[in-house]
Antibody
Framework: VQLVQSGAELKKPGASVKVSCKAS????????THWVRQAPGQGLEWMGW????????RYAQEFQGRVTMTSDTSIRTAYLELNSLTSYDTAVYYC?????????????WGQGTLVTVSS | QSVLTQPPSVSGAPGQSVTISCTGS?????????VHWHQQLPGTAPKLLIF???KRPSGVPDRFSASKSGTSASLAITGLQAEDEADYYC???????????FGGGTQLTVL
């Protein structure tokens, strides 16, 4: 199992960023893809999930209206798009695989994508 | 302010044991949702260490164990090694927030 994310991004305040997460080694539609971010020196923050099988999504309340999670099952890739970026969005963004059951944790993580927001 | 509360740091000498606590509430751990633990080595992505309160994924040494009781959980590491120096995060599900929640993380220093 591997989750390979796109490379680092440098964005200006107010811009948008789109991060990709390409899955391999498992049935992509059999697991949810979650997105978790980590600001510099800070802890982990859950952003939301997408079910690639149905395209259903759920977003953390603080990102509602500003985040879009999508997936392309033909290329086994999930995407995170975040709009209206501010300096507070500077963070490493991780995708992680998780089954629908809450009895299982995030068993595989991407390597992370650093998004820097700076003028 | 994280929904799950962990001590910011713990430390121990090589060979000793340490315990990291994770305190939640009636809408997460106390509601019966499972607790998972992740280890994050410096500069790397988190790695699943414990899932389903007490289970170790394949490859995780049995020096790592965990438990859950009431609204709290704990991670125990015995026979500390230098390679255990990392940040440790607990994670559960919160019914009020309708989503996963993390602890603030605990930095383990091996003296």
């Amino acid at each position: 199992v591997q989750l390979v994310q796109s490379g680092a991004e440098l964005k200006k305040p107010g811009a948008s960023v789109k991060v990709s997460c390409k899955a391999s080694g498992y049935t992509f539609t059999g697991y949810y893809t979650h997105w978790v971010r980590q600001a510099p020196g800070q802890g982990l923050e859950w952003m939301g999930w997408i079910n690639p099988n149905t395209a259903d999504t759920r977003y953390a309340q603080e990102f509602q209206g500003r985040v879009t999670m999508t997936s392309d099952t033909s290329i086994r890739t999930a995407y995170l798009e975040l709009n209206s970026l501010t300096s507070y969005d500077t963070a490493v963004y991780y995708c992680a695989r998780k089954s629908v059951s809450e009895s299982n944790g995030y068993d595989f993580w991407g390597q992370g994508t650093l998004v820097t927001v700076s003028s | 302010q994280s929904v799950l509360t962990q001590p910011p740091s713990v430390s121990g000498a090589p060979g000793q044991s340490v315990t990291i606590s994770c305190t939640g509430s009636s809408s997460n751990i106390g509601a019966g949702y499972d607790v998972h633990w992740h280890q994050q080595l410096p500069g790397t992505a988190p790695k699943l260490l414990i899932f389903g309160n007490t289970k170790r994924p394949s490859g995780v040494p049995d020096r790592f164990s965990a438990s859950k009781s009431g609204t709290s959980a704990s991670l125990a590491i015995t026979g500390l090694q230098a390679e255990d120096e990392a940040d440790y995060y607990c994670q559960s599900y919160d019914s009020s927030l309708s989503g996963p929640v993390f602890g603030g993380g605990t930095q383990l220093t091996v003296l």
